[in-house]
Each structure stands twice: as C-alpha cells, then as structure tokens.
C-alpha cells in the first residue's frame, strides 16, 4: 500500500465501525485525511471507480485505539518495581527510583513506550510526563494527543512557585508540540501529592488556560484514609520519603472526590484514573460535574488496590476509556491485553463490545475528541488500525475480536489517513 495516498478506497474483510453494527467486507473511502463514506466494498469500488482500492485481504479494520492513561517516560522502569505488595511501598519505591533516573533515561523511555503503542494499533494517546521527553517521538511517530504536565508540591508555601514553574512546562511543551496533531494539559497528580493551595491554584490555572486535565483519583484504600483521616501508610510512610511529616491539606472526613470538587477541580475538562474506591455519593458528584474516567484494571491488580467498580460506570453514563498505565505497574502497553484481562475481571458484568469500545470511541469520548476520532464514521478523520484475523464469529464479533488480538496481528495504522505504522512485510 502506498503510504501517501490523498485518495483511497480502503476495505477489509471485516469493518468493525464501533457506532454501527460490524460489516463483511466493508470499506471505506478516504479523502484528505477524512472519511468520506462507508459501506459494502463491492458498493465503494463501483460508485467511486477511478479512486485507488487498497485491499488489506483477511483483515479486521477498525478505529484506532486510545489509551486514554499512562506514562511513556517510565517505560525503562518495568520490572523494577515491587508486584502485589502494598500501594505505598510501590509508590515509596517510585520516588526513590526516580530521583535516580535522568533526561537520557526519560528519552530512551518514551522513545520505546511509543514504538510499543505504535505496534500495538494505538492511533492517540493521552500521557503524562515530568520530563517533557514523551513529546518529541509521539510527534515524530505522527500519533494524536494529549500530553498532560505533571506537578506535585506538598509544600502550602511552595504553591505560587510550582504553579509557575508548571505554567513555563506547558508552554514548553506547547512549543515542543508545535505543528502535530498533539495538545497539552494539565496534570495534578493525586489528591494525596499536592497542598489544598496548590490543588486551588491548578484549579484556578484550568479554568484560565481553559485546558485539559487528568488526576490519579481514589486508586487505593491509603489514599482514601489519607484523605480523610490524616492517617494510614501515606502519612507514616510516603509523606515522609519526601521530607513531609503532616496532612497536607484539612482533614474534615471527605473523600478524595469531595476534595477534588471542594478545590473546584471537578469539571468536564478532567479526566479522573483509576477510581477504584468510589461511594454512591461520589458517584453522583462524577455525573453531575460531567467528569470523565480512564480505567487500568491490570496496573490496580498490579498493585493490589482492589477493582473499579466498571459495571456501574458503564451503566451511569458516564465517559469511560481504557488505559494500560505505565510499565512501572504493567506488565505490558497493549490495550489487547487490557481487553482481555478485563474481559475476564469483569466477567459477564462488562461485555467485550463495551471493552472494545471504552479503548477505540470511549477513549476518544474521555479526551474530548468523540466528534473526530473512534469510529468509523463519515465526516471523522481517518484514524484506523487493522489486524490480520480473517474469521470472526457471526454472533460474538467482538469477542471473538479479544480472544484473537494481539500486537502481533497489527498491519497498519493510520492517522488522518496517513500510515504511522505498518508491519514489517505487510506492504501492499
């Protein structure tokens, strides 16, 4: 397949278009970047016949994947970390490990984090960085975006200064992004990490910049107690690693959404993770401040915090993506994987068309961009990947689609019709 066609004619011998039901032998016509129409393939060769046809054969092609959560510059740390003990030791171990680390480390990182989303049919990403290293291959790969600027202060004196050196990170990272199909935001990063001031101040700079933003939100039972308590393992253990012996905000009995909502930082513009330990009340709070959510199963088994409450999620309407986190708590960056193991987590509770659609539709929901990307739709850009399975069962399309799917089996990905990746002997 020629690699920069303005025109094209792309079929399959399955179209899963996610808004609509699945297609045998299906296409899709191309046209700078945009889909122009969708439908059988004999129909689009016949009603646009001096266009080019691309026929990608025994081949499932749907819209690109979205890992709506991780953190490119920790690839490196995979295998380093602690499995299966408690959150705050892994957290413990983090910090002390990455005080360690350097730019080379964060750049050889995101270089490889971004090769893996690639090969794995992940067409947009949302990722946090501190380094600002993540930005540079993500736009050299031609992937779509957000990159969220971390920042963390216990310190109530050290607000003002932090929210400035952040304000400078983002117009870094602003001008590192610069002519790419990626975005910047904001990243607060846990209810736990940062001063009330400061939790305010970021509030504040949202609403002014009128930017994106994601949170690690209620992802431990620790981080629970902590906030509402001023007790646990994060009091005696983590705050102290970093040279903190108190609460970094007022102890009142709320919970770490209440918190978030109190600072003002509950909005349609965040993007909560994880949300594991979620009450009904906190719930409620979610739907009415239009809040969007990105779920990691594997990285919350990885860390023994327990499991999302995803069947409720799904039910209340809320925005749900899927994100594989970092490989400091994943054994892996494939959202194939991700599928499946929630498929199982979940059981009957979450079925494998809903999976499929958090991490393609329900991804692109979660980072505002449902308009553009994540289904095959005419009038949406052409962000598409395929997979070499040519069988899928009649009656469960989807879960057949998770019981086959594997990096492995992607051929080419596509953004704004452009290939971004192609599977070493799958040129047509």
């Known amino acids: 397949m020629t690699p920069e066609k303005t025109t094209v ?27 122009c129409a969708v439908g059988k393939a004999s129909a689009l060769i016949r009603d646009f016949a001096t266009e080019p046809h691309d026929d990608l054969g025994g081949a499932v092609l749907l819209p690109g994947l979205v890992n709506a959560h991780t953190h490119l510059e920790l690839t490196g740390l995979h295998g380093r970390l602690p499995f299966g003990r408690s959150f705050t030791e892994w957290a413990t171990t983090l910090l002390n490990l990455r005080s360690e680390l350097d730019g080379a480390f964060f750049a050889t990182s995101a270089r490889l984090g971004t090769t893996a989303l690639l090969r794995s049919g992940v067409t947009c990403v949302a990722d946090i960085t501190t380094s600002g290293r993540s930005v540079a291959p993500l736009k050299a790969a031609g992937l779509r975006g957000i990159i969220f600027q971390e920042i963390l202060g216990l310190d109530p004196e050290q607000a003002t200064e932090r929210i400035d050196a952040a304000e400078k990170a ?3 990272l602003q001008l590192q992004a610069s002519g790419s199909l990626l975005s910047v935001g904001l990243s607060p990063h846990a209810p736990y990490s940062l001063s009330e001031p400061l939790l305010l101040r970021c509030a504040e700079l949202l609403r002014r910049r009128r930017l994106p933003a994601t949170i690690h939100l209620a992802e431990s039972p620790e981080e629970v107690t902590y906030i509402g308590l001023g007790i646990g393992p994060i009091a005696s253990e983590l705050l102290p690693a970093v040279g903190r012996h108190s609460p970094s905000h007022r102890v009142c009995g709320e919970s770490p959404v209440a918190l978030l909502d109190r600072a003002g930082l509950l909005s349609e513009q965040l993007l909560a993770v994880h949300g594991v330990h979620v009450g009904g009340s906190d719930l409620e709070l979610l739907k009415q401040r239009g809040v969007a959510l990105a779920m990691c199963p594997r990285s919350n088994d990885y860390l023994n915090v327990g499991t999302a409450p995803l069947p409720r999620y799904l039910a209340s309407g809320l925005r749900v993506g899927l994100g594989t986190d970092s490989l400091a708590s994943n054994e892996t960056l494939s959202l194939w994987d991700e599928m ?39 009038g949406k850009r052409a962000d598409l990947t395929a997979l070499a399975i040519d069988r899928l069962d009649d009656a469960d399309p989807y879960g057949s689609l998770l019981s086959q799917a594997s990096d492995g089996l992607v051929v080419l990905s596509m953004v704004e019709g452009k290939i971004v990746y192609q599977r070493e002997g799958a040129e047509r």
């Open 9 to 35: 004619i792309l079929t399959a011998r399955f179209l899963l278009p996610i808004s609509s039901p699945p297609l045998l032998d299906g296409g899709l016509l191309i046209r700078d970047g945009v889909i």
């Open 170 to 172: 983002l117009q870094s």
């Open 340 to 378: 499946r193991f929630a498929h199982r987590l979940y059981g009957g509770a979450v079925t494998a068309q809903q999976l499929v659609t958090m991490a393609t539709l329900g991804g692109a929901a979660v980072l505002g961009m449902a308009g553009a990307i994540g289904s095959l739709t005419p």
